[in-house]
């Protein structure tokens, strides 16, 4: 159980367009939702946290309009990376917690690996 | 805020020998610490975790200790195998907003 997905797990982007990242708990509900960015050989950076029903909290220095995030629905998040650049290539990966319960347990997607040309 | 240190960068042991990695936290408050193993390319598997009333856990090969007087905790794992080689993180979580603090991660080279 606890099964995350995300899609795509990767994409190659033009600079200047828009990519969409979804992110799906598959078998539970899930109000929160945190989505990270992995540079290369670097830990995982939390970019937000992303809770059912209202507005994103960013991070320090995460830019809320380049990187928009949806959380409609207790199984969706969708990050959209606006007018993405080179330097935003990266490994995105979002993760989500189970609805009720008071948990730190924090179940992980994929993966999506986007590359900006 | 919470900031989490971790060493070493990277940790070459021999097959079956034991490794062990070592995390520092800074805020009291952080009650529960799970540790990740991550293959290239892919997400993120907990092996293990922690919580602030327990001093220490074992799974198999794998073991955690927590000394929250110090504000360390350290993952052990004995009898190393090929299929060991990954790179580890340590995290810490507290109940104010459940979101995890990573620490910088280790790269474990298994030897044959």
């Known amino acids: 159980g606890a099964v995350v997905s995300q899609h795509p797990s990767w994409v190659i982007c033009k600079s200047g367009t828009s990519v969409k990242i979804e992110c799906r708990s598959l078998d539970f509900q899930a109000t929160t939702m945190f989505w990270y960015r992995q540079f290369p050989k670097q830990s995982l950076m939390l970019m937000a946290t992303?809770?059912?029903?209202?507005?994103?909290?960013?991070e320090q220095g995460v830019e809320k309009d380049k990187f928009l995030i949806n959380h409609a629905s207790l199984t969706l998040s969708t990050l959209t990376v606006t007018s993405a650049h080179p330097e935003d290539s990266s490994f995105y990966i979002c993760?989500?917690?189970?609805?009720?319960?008071?948990?730190?347990?924090?179940?992980f997607g994929p993966g999506t690996r986007l590359t900006v040309t | 805020g919470e900031n989490v240190e971790q060493h070493p960068s990277t940790l070459s042991v021999q097959e079956g020998d034991s490794a062990v990695i070592k995390c520092t936290y800074s805020d009291s408050a952080s009650n529960y610490f799970p540790w990740y193993k991550q293959e290239l390319g892919k997400r993120p598997q907990l092996i293990i975790d922690?919580?602030?009333n327990v001093g220490e856990k074992k799974d198999q090969r794998i073991a955690v200790t927590l000394n929250k007087t110090a504000k360390h905790f350290s993952l052990h794992i004995t009898e190393t195998q090929p299929e060991d080689s990954a790179v580890y993180f340590c995290?810490?979580?507290?109940?104010?907003?459940?979101?995890?603090?990573w620490g910088a991660g280790t790269k474990l080279i298994i030897k044959p």
């Open positions: 993760s989500a917690q189970i609805s009720g319960y008071l948990t730190h347990e924090q179940y």
């Open positions: 995290a810490a979580s507290m109940n104010s907003n459940y979101q995890l603090i």
């Open positions: 992303s809770n059912e029903g209202s507005k994103a909290t960013y």
């Open positions: 922690i919580r602030s």
